[in-house]
């Protein structure tokens, strides 16, 4: 075959290859430039919530408390765990240190109870925590959305809890868990959003690059500031239309994250 043939078929074979890429949808640029990271939020982006530790009904956290010894009132328990619970929030935000959920109740049970065990601590947090659940709420469409996009990204998340088994239980219930990579917690890290410490902790884990991946998250503060500080794209759930961000920036519910990543 002549030189001139071989040429033609090579442009033919390579005219072929960049159709094929673009039918199929495979982005033809270098690995540096592309979306291959998805970084999400976890209470109020994957699910919604409600941030009480008071509404949703603790009576059988006050039962054990009363089993304990405690002389406390329910009103009176509930108003002493919002106090405890407060000052131990604003220790955590001005430090950026996480607290587990055994120190809160650790240092509540001291007041409410006296000298205590750690396993009436323990117990307590169990109770607790199964009670706040009744919050959460799983949101329609997000489990097959994840679905959807885990074949094109490598999903992980950062969330700010206090109980390390708490996210993974949710995802485990929602049948997602194997879809994430990742999941950090700020209670296991020891420290929490919006510090940038956890967001590079994160990529460092995952083996990635800031220009490679993309944040989602519903708080302001811990979730597009933090991201931002870190240098990570990120988009805000604010349907309200509260933050000061940009437009592009903003999703009025999660489930335009796709559409979003599309128009990257």
Not at 145 to 153: A, Q, S, W
Not at 193 to 214: M, R
Request: aromatic share 10%; net charge negative; glycine share 8%.
């Amino acid at each position: 075959m002549s030189g001139g043939g071989q040429l033609g078929t090579l442009e033919s074979w390579l005219r072929r290859r960049v159709y094929l890429a673009f039918a199929i949808g495979i982005d033809t640029g270098t690995k540096s430039d592309m979306t291959t990271h998805l970084v999400f939020d976890f209470f109020g982006t994957l699910v919604s919530y409600s941030s009480s530790r008071t509404d949703q009904g603790y009576e059988r956290s006050f039962d054990l408390l009363r089993q304990a010894g405690s002389k406390l009132g329910y009103q009176e328990f509930l108003s002493l765990w919002s106090e405890v619970s407060a000052g131990f929030d604003e220790s955590a935000l001005r430090s950026n240190r996480e607290f587990s959920m055994l120190e809160l109740a650790t240092a509540f049970l001291a007041r409410a109870v006296g000298p205590m065990n750690v396993e009436l601590a323990r117990e307590f947090v169990a109770t607790y925590i199964s009670e706040w659940n009744k919050g959460v709420r799983y949101v329609d469409g997000v489990s097959d959305l994840l679905r959807k996009l885990e074949p094109r990204f490598t999903l992980s998340i950062i969330t700010n809890t206090h109980d390390p088994d708490l996210v993974p239980g949710h995802l485990e219930r929602m049948g997602v868990a194997h879809l994430f990579k990742e999941v950090v917690t700020s209670v296991e890290f020891g420290i929490r959003k919006p510090a940038v410490e956890i967001f590079d902790h994160t990529l460092g884990l995952l083996g990635t690059s800031t220009e490679n991946c993309v944040y989602v998250g519903d708080n302001y503060e811990a979730d597009f500031v933090g991201a931002r500080s870190a240098g990570i794209k990120r988009f805000l759930i604010d349907p309200l239309d509260k933050a000061p961000i940009a437009s592009e920036d903003r999703l009025s519910s999660i489930l335009e994250i796709e559409k979003k990543l599309v128009e990257l």
